[in-house]
């Protein structure tokens, strides 16, 4: 038998690795080629341009999960741009607060039917940049607002029958403390800051975060107050203060519907239709007050009757908090027809044309001058 040296043997490995490497290479660029070629048809494919904040999947989610409860389950979502051709996603959505073309770059083609979604969740009066130059540049909107072509709000209220009961009286009776509020924004355009520190004068109000003496956890690499911090609210506080930063219509921020879930009454105080942001009688609005100090006259009637406190919880009989529709509603909405519509002033429709969105200053409400 012929004898082959080491130099041979090699040889030959390296050849077959060759030959393997060119065949796993070929298959990964087949797949890759099939993969844009067999995407499902008759689907609805929808492209995050941007990240949502650090969210990757804009607090939406990927693929067709998101969709899987909704009427309309024919939708896909990715972020992934080389999916298929940038121009033949039914929609792309961008994060407006963060957006920026030279940063994120801009889509190189677009088709007439495609639909460019402006995405936002704060108000103008906090964060906005210049969006003169995105007119005519948009096709729909998707924020807080109700008047949103999607409307993306931090939770909603839904009618349900459920099976909850009024907690008992002792419940109540170990609330022992009055007024709580997590907030680390300390100088805002509502004024938020000064209405708190005048009903100081008149009712404890216990202020937790950078604005305050006291601290309860924060969500790991994150800004907002752990979970167990509104389950000690619940245990020892009769309300909440749930001040916006800024008073712009119908902005209200997570914290209300964290609270509205809770046994606690949250004190809003904000630019909002609250009859369209919460259940019926569920909050006491500051609007509904001349002075600072009837607003605490009511706060002590509710914390000395236990029977009257009740009644802002009989809303929980009849309706839910749920979460945000807008996977649905986006997916809803590419499958009607589609109309040529596109926002050419963007920054008239989120200032307003007279700049009457948000409340500034001079205009903000008498209880707070």
């Not at 801009?106 to 130059?133: D, G, H, K, L, M």
């Not at 949250?266 to 100090?293: K, Q």
Request: charged letters at 20%; glycine letters at 4%.
């Amino acid at each position: 038998m012929a004898k082959f040296s080491l130099n041979f043997y090699l040889l030959i490995g390296f050849l077959i690795l060759t030959v393997i490497t060119l065949v796993l290479v070929f298959t990964l660029s087949n797949k890759s080629e099939k993969n844009e070629v067999d995407l499902p048809s008759g689907y609805k494919y929808i492209l995050y341009w941007t990240p949502f904040w650090w969210h990757t999947d804009f607090l939406i989610g990927f693929g067709t999960e998101p969709f899987k409860n909704c009427e309309y389950k024919n939708c896909f979502a990715t972020n992934n741009k080389a999916l298929k051709p940038v121009e033949e996603f039914d929609a792309i959505i961008f994060h407006a607060s963060i957006y920026k073309p030279q940063t994120h770059g801009t889509p190189s083609r677009r088709t007439p039917n495609q639909i460019y979604i402006f995405c936002n969740v704060e108000a103008p009066a906090y964060i906005a940049p210049n969006f003169t130059q995105f007119n005519s540049f948009y096709n729909w909107t998707m924020t807080y607002r109700f008047d949103s072509d999607i409307v993306s709000r931090h939770g909603k209220f839904v009618e349900e029958n459920t099976n909850y009961s009024t907690p008992s009286v002792g419940f109540f009776r170990n609330k022992t403390e009055q007024i709580a509020w997590f907030v680390s924004h300390c100088d805002t355009s509502s004024k938020r800051e000064v209405l708190a520190k005048e009903m100081q004068k008149f009712i404890p109000v216990d202020i937790y975060g950078k604005c305050g003496p006291l601290k309860c956890e924060k969500v790991q690499n994150n800004e907002l107050s752990a979970p167990k911090c509104y389950d000690m609210v619940e245990e020892k506080y009769k309300f909440y203060l749930s001040f916006e930063n800024s008073l712009c219509k119908d902005y209200s921020t997570e914290k209300l519907y964290n609270l509205l879930q809770k046994n606690v009454i949250p004190i809003v105080y904000g630019a909002g239709d609250y009859n369209l942001s919460a259940p019926p009688h569920s909050v006491v609005d500051v609007s509904d007050f001349e002075t600072v100090e009837q607003l605490t006259d009511y706060l002590y009637f509710l914390s000395n009757n236990v029977t009257e406190y009740y009644r802002y919880f009989e809303w929980k009989k009849h309706y839910k908090i749920v979460p945000s529709s807008k996977a649905c509603d986006i997916c809803k909405k590419l499958n009607q027809p589609l109309d040529q519509s596109v926002y050419e002033d963007l920054q008239g429709w989120s200032w307003g044309k007279s700049n009457e969105i948000c409340k500034p200053g001079e205009h903000l409400p008498n209880i707070v001058k």
